[in-house]
């Protein structure tokens, strides 16, 4: 098993640029989550999916964040327009219901 | 709904020493309690649970106890290595098995 994949692994872009983060879960996994992660605000939950439902979107920042899972081998978190504060580690996980997550290796972004 | 308060949020302790982290939680019915540890730069990765049908488990030099009553559970890292420093979240599964984390402790080995 390759584990939760990412892509990309960074990415720098001009204030106001669209951003397309995209994950592949592990096969199985019925719940895939979310996170960003600064140094300020540790890691905040962004929105999760079971069954490639939104369950909990109540973390997207605004609306300038959105986020898609159309099957349950793909899903997508988009910034548009993006700005120098969505500077941050994004991550994505997977996980069966009452396991623990499993993490991809994140995508570092840098919006300038 | 679930809250967990995790400290310290920095502990420096000396190679070989044993290291304890204490995590509690406010939601009686969790009942899934993961620890993870992420290395600079590098993704969180677990490295032990327990569920609340057991008061303890032990992996080779880590452990993690819990105690339901009083609602918090604890890592304890022994022997400590100059790997073992990193940052360390523990987590509370809720109702809906979503986990809710801690704040994170990170860890310094000092050699």
């Known amino acids: 098993d390759a584990g939760v994949i990412q892509s990309p692994r960074h990415e720098v872009t001009e204030m106001g640029q669209e951003v397309t983060l995209r994950c592949k879960p592990i096969s199985g996994h019925n719940s895939l989550f979310w996170y960003r992660q600064t140094m300020m605000r540790g890691l905040e939950l962004l929105i999760y999916f079971n069954n490639n439902v939104p369950i909990d979107d109540s973390g997207m920042p605004e609306d300038r964040f959105s986020a898609k899972m159309p099957n349950a081998s793909f899903s997508t978190l988009k910034i548009q327009p993006s700005e120098p504060r969505d500077s941050a580690v994004y991550f994505c996980a997977s996980s069966l219901r009452t396991r623990g997550y499993t993490f991809g290796s994140g995508t570092r972004l840098t919006v300038v | 709904g679930e809250n967990v308060e995790q400290h310290p949020s920095t502990l420096s302790v000396q190679e070989g020493d044993s290291a304890v982290i204490k995590c509690t939680y406010s939601?009686?019915?969790?009942?899934?309690f993961p620890w993870y540890k992420q290395e600079l730069g590098k993704r969180p990765q677990l490295i032990i649970d327990?569920?609340?049908n057991v008061g303890e488990k032990k992996d080779q030099r880590i452990a993690v106890t819990l105690n339901k009553t009083a609602k918090h559970f604890s890592l304890h890292i022994t022997e400590t290595q100059p790997e073992d420093s990193a940052v360390y979240f523990c987590a509370a599964a809720d109702s809906n098995y979503q986990l809710i984390w801690g704040a994170g402790t990170k860890l310094i080995i000092k050699p």
């Open positions: 327990i569920r609340s």
């Open positions: 939601d009686s019915a969790s009942n899934y």
